[in-house]
């Protein structure tokens, strides 16, 4: 499945193109029921789409699609955030300082960047910092959305475009650390706002 969806985050697989499995079988050299299992959980993952007695295809995206996930996003991260500062502990801070120096260690604009591994670290953050709300059911649903989102992600951090039309971080993800670890509230919850909307709009622009 990994492999499939490597593909699909890169682009070597398009948004919309069908998806055969003979086709796969050779692209990938495994056999028949590995393939169509992991399309199965590649559909319950919103990355490909089943439409019956047609097949299978890569999920489409659009700006319409995009603006709403970042909008449920945006809904579920602010009440896990709240909640996060009001019941976060020791345990929870730590992690939130381990998972941000993990991040800062690697700059996604930087030429040779691995970006499995920068959005590993990415996800590990914004979790971290959602993590002490101690809601398990809205952070799955947090989780399935935010993974959504990851096809989208990757258009914006492409390694194709100049360094300068590149992600930067630009200092946001430290100044989320420190206002929540102050539990400044208005703070934090204004730099993440401001930080997803810059994402979708700069997303939106290579849509």
Known sequence: ???IRQDILLGELAPGQKLVVADLKARYDVGASPIREALVQLSWKKYVIFAPQKGCWVAPVSIAELEELFETSQLL?????????KNGDEAWELNILTS???LSRINPADADVDFNEWEKRHSDFHLA???GSQSTVMLGLYRDVYEQIE????IW???TRHYEERYHDNGEHEAMMKAVLSRNHHEAQALLSTHSQRAIE???TYL
């Open 100 to 102: 941000y120096h993990k």
């Open 157 to 159: 951090v492409s390694q």
């Open 151 to 154: 096809r989208y992600r990757h």
């Open 202 to 204: 700069m997303i939106k």
């Open 1 to 3: 499945m990994e492999m």
């Open 129 to 131: 910092l959602l993590e």
């Open 77 to 85: 991260s602010q009440a896990l955030l709240e909640r996060a500062m």
